[in-house]
């Protein structure tokens, strides 16, 4: 898990509960008192009301950029653990996810190659398609003579695959 917005960066160490939804809240625990000095200078300089630019990595994986309204901002401290929550109305939410998913490519042989048209407007000739290479069937087991085995070895004579010891 990650969050960034307001000028804080929170790793996935120190978040606790991340929820997205019309509201995106995100809650964090620090164990250490330097580090909770850092939050608390940038924490105390959000205001409600304030629009900030988000971007949250989620426990499943999934990546959410926006913008968002700070709603609300809470924070305290409990025998050396301190935390805080803050809570964002989401204007604006894209999923960062559907970029990483996509539709498989056609093969080049299905694309079909469009004519260019030149200034005078006549159809210039067309690129030559090149056909796409047959499938080829599972290779059946084949036993290697020692014929072929010499023959690989003279092949590979001098090159970095015969210099690793076997």
């Given at each position: 898990m990650y969050a960034k917005f307001c000028s804080i960066e929170i790793l996935s160490s120190y978040?606790?509960?991340v929820s997205v939804g019309d509201m995106l809240t995100v809650q964090a625990l620090v164990t250490n008192p330097l580090d909770w000095q850092h939050f608390y200078e940038k924490i105390s300089s959000i205001k409600k009301g304030d629009r900030t630019d988000f971007m949250v990595v989620t426990g499943e994986g999934d990546r959410l950029a926006g913008q968002g309204d700070v709603v609300e901002v809470e924070k305290w401290s409990n025998?050396?653990?301190?935390?805080?929550?803050?809570?964002?109305?989401i204007r604006k939410q894209k999923s960062l996810t559907d970029r990483r998913t996509r539709a498989p490519k056609k093969p080049p042989a299905a694309m079909a190659a469009a004519p260019a048209m030149t200034a005078a407007g006549e159809k210039a000739a067309a690129a030559p398609q090149v056909e796409a290479p047959a499938r080829l069937a599972p290779p059946e087991a084949v036993?290697?003579?020692?014929?072929?085995?010499?023959?690989?070895?003279e092949m590979l004579k001098g090159s970095l695959a015969m210099d690793i010891p076997a």
């Open positions: 978040i606790k509960e025998k050396g653990h301190y935390g805080f929550k803050i809570k964002l109305h036993m290697a003579s020692a014929e072929d085995i010499a023959s690989f070895k």
